[in-house]
T-cell receptor, first 114, second 114 residues
Framework: DTGVSQDPRHKITKRGQNVTFRCDPI?????LYWYRQTLGQGPEFLTY????????KSRLLSDRFSAERPKGSFSTLEIQRTEQGDSAMYLC????????????FGSGTQLSVL | AQSVTQLDSHVSVSEGTPVLLRCNYS??????LFWYVQHPNKGLQLLLK??????LVKGINGFEAEFKKSETSFHLTKPSAHMSDAAEYFC????????????FGSGTKLNVKP
């Protein structure tokens, strides 16, 4: 079990720029989640993939956000035209199909929009 | 619809005294319930989970939680706090009939005084 890895760990960008984050889940996990966590809050669900299919997207996610999981393995989350309100920790988690046991989280990508 | 309410945003205890972190949930179906812990600059780690077996669940580091359906509660306890327990704790609910959704509470920050 090599764990869920996320890249980069930190990203500082200027308002209006585009950013992309990557998540590599545990290899046999076909379900993948993106969450966003701001200071003092619990993780908020953003989107969910089963294999390469994006099955659910939160209403919190504006059109500036897009996520992909092209081959059912790694996933990317892109934010276009970043705003200061996008500053947060972006967390990725994975879990095997057929269970709602433990979510395996990565360490997250901390985004700061200046 | 599911939701989780963590009744205290901050809890402060002295080392060696009991810990009680409160969580109430609402769920349309049979819930699975979890407690995760997040230490500063660390990823989310599963402390314990309730899925359908014994209502008193034991987790890591001496923590346990009791599922009380009549009270829709899943409070986290520990008999004796240790300095290393200082962290943020999240209660999470998922529906066993719907494997796709995990809902996080807003978190309780535990402070342990020497």
């Amino acid at each position: 079990d090599t764990g869920v890895s996320q890249d980069p760990r930190h990203k500082i960008t200027k308002r209006g720029q585009n950013v992309t984050f990557r998540c590599d889940p545990i290899s046999e996990h076909n379900r993948l989640y993106w969450y966003r966590q701001t200071l003092g809050q619990g993780p908020e669900f953003l989107t969910y993939f089963q294999n390469e299919a994006q099955l659910e997207k939160s209403r919190l996610l504006s059109d500036r956000f897009s996520a992909e999981r092209p081959k059912g393995s790694f996933s990317t989350l892109e934010i276009q035209r970043t705003e200061q309100g996008d500053s947060a920790m972006y967390l990725c988690a994975s879990i095997p199909w057929g269970t709602n046991e433990k979510l395996f989280f990565g360490s997250g990508t901390q985004l700061s929009v200046l | 619809a599911q939701s989780v309410t963590q009744l205290d945003s901050h809890v402060s205890v002295s080392e060696g005294t009991p810990v009680l972190l409160r969580c109430n949930y609402s769920s349309s179906y049979s819930p699975s319930l979890f407690w995760y812990v997040q230490h500063p600059n660390k990823g989310l780690q599963l402390l314990l989970k309730y899925t359908s077996a014994a209502t008193l669940v034991k987790g890591i580091n001496g923590f346990e939680a009791e599922f009380k359906k009549s009270e829709t509660s899943f409070h986290l306890t520990k008999p004796s706090a240790h300095m290393s327990d200082a962290a943020e704790y999240f209660c999470v609910v998922s529906e066993r009939e719907n494997f796709n959704k995990f809902y996080f509470g807003s978190g309780t920050k535990l402070n342990v005084k020497p």
